[in-house]
């Protein structure tokens, strides 16, 4: 089962593309390791925390909360330094290296970025397309 409550085909299912969101050592080829940015095609998502994915030649068994979608269209970005959003400006806190998914277009200087938990705004200028 997706997060969103959708189940897909094997065929549309390995069409996904999912990106690491946290380093973190897993299955993947047992020593390597997830890296933040890493584009997983998943395999298997049956069982709700654990997912099996593949990244390039390499698969395994991934934590679930570790690797957000990346829909057609979306760019994927690295935050290059801190920031402390401001919440009552729909703006939100993100720490140097996190990677984020656009979900919106620029305005005033922000992007609207998706962490996969959280949502809202945060400086373009401090974001690296990767």
């Not at 069409?15 to 298997?44: F, N, Y």
């Amino acid at each position: 089962m997706l997060p969103h409550g959708k189940n897909w085909t094997d065929r549309s299912r390995s069409e996904l593309v999912w990106v690491g969101m946290d380093q973190c050592r897993h299955d993947v080829s047992r020593a390597s390791k997830l890296i933040p940015g890493d584009r997983i095609t998943v395999i298997d998502d049956s069982n709700e925390e654990w997912w099996r994915g593949k990244i390039g030649e390499r698969s395994g068994f991934l934590p679930a909360n570790y690797i957000i979608r990346v829909r057609s269209g979306e760019r994927v970005y690295k935050v290059t330094r801190s920031f402390v959003g401001n919440r009552e400006m729909g703006q939100i806190t993100l720490k140097k290296d996190q990677i984020v998914v656009k979900k919106g277009d620029e305005v005033n200087g922000y992007l609207k970025v998706s962490t996969g938990r959280k949502l809202g705004f945060f400086p373009a200028d401090i974001l690296q397309e990767i």
